[in-house]
């Protein structure tokens, strides 16, 4: 079974700041990896897939890096939209969520 | 434009059973996989069950696998959750989502449905 863990569980910063969020799996998953961002009260959007490529609409200040077990999601200068939730998510059999890493000012 | 919206959600008690539904559009509803994800109060996010294209695949979370059933009306573009013998930890949001079989991901979601079990 996939698990996945995120750190740190929350994160301090500014608008303009650059922000690293880790994912890490207990085992090799190669590059199936997606990122997500949950503003309060919405669902979640899709930002990255397959570790490193942005999905459709996603800013381009989001990048992802990373395979195996550490993944990263950086956000190259914080925008007041993105002080959010951020969790992994990965598909084996079935399908993994991270705990999640919330962005607060 | 892609929309999804999640219907059937309310206050229910404790063995009792539920169906939420989830109206498409925007898309070829039937030459894509759908998804049901929960997020209990203040947590974070849980995948509920998938179903497969045609409906020929059906998978399930550990915490659901026999009491919930996912199903697809391909003819009204809609989704389906049927939840039977509903337990106070059922209590969540439950989002439906696009699933791209390609990347492993969900890259449309509707805005939720809130399913409080409670005595």
């Known amino acids: 079974e996939i698990v996945l863990t995120q750190s740190p569980a929350s994160l301090s910063l500014s608008p303009g700041d650059r922000a690293t969020l880790s994912c890490r799996a207990n085992q090799d998953i190669g590059s199936h990896l997606a990122w997500y961002r949950q503003k309060p009260g919405q669902s979640p959007t899709l930002l990255m897939y397959?570790?490193?490529h942005r999905a459709t609409g996603a800013p381009d200040r989001f990048s992802g890096s990373g395979s195996g077990t550490d993944f990263t999601l950086t956000i190259r200068s914080l925008e007041p939209e993105d002080f959010a939730v951020y969790y992994c998510q990965h598909r084996s059999t079935l399908f993994t969520f991270g705990p999640g890493t919330t962005v607060d000012v | 434009q892609i929309h999804l919206l999640e219907s059937g959600g309310g206050v229910v008690q404790p063995g009792k059973s539920l169906t939420l539904s989830c109206a498409t559009s925007g898309f070829v509803f039937r030459t894509f996989g759908m998804h049901w994800v929960r997020q209990a109060p203040g947590q974070g996010l849980e995948w509920v069950a998938a179903i497969w294209v045609d409906g020929d695949k059906k998978y399930y979370s550990g915490s659901v696998e026999g009491r919930f059933t996912i199903s697809r009306d391909d003819s009204r573009n809609t989704l389906y959750l049927q939840m039977n013998n509903l337990r106070v930890e059922d209590t969540a949001v439950y989002f439906c989502a696009r699933g791209d079989f390609a990347i492993g991901a969900f890259d449309y979601w509707g805005p939720g449905s809130r399913v409080t079990v409670s005595s």
């Open positions: 397959d570790a490193t």
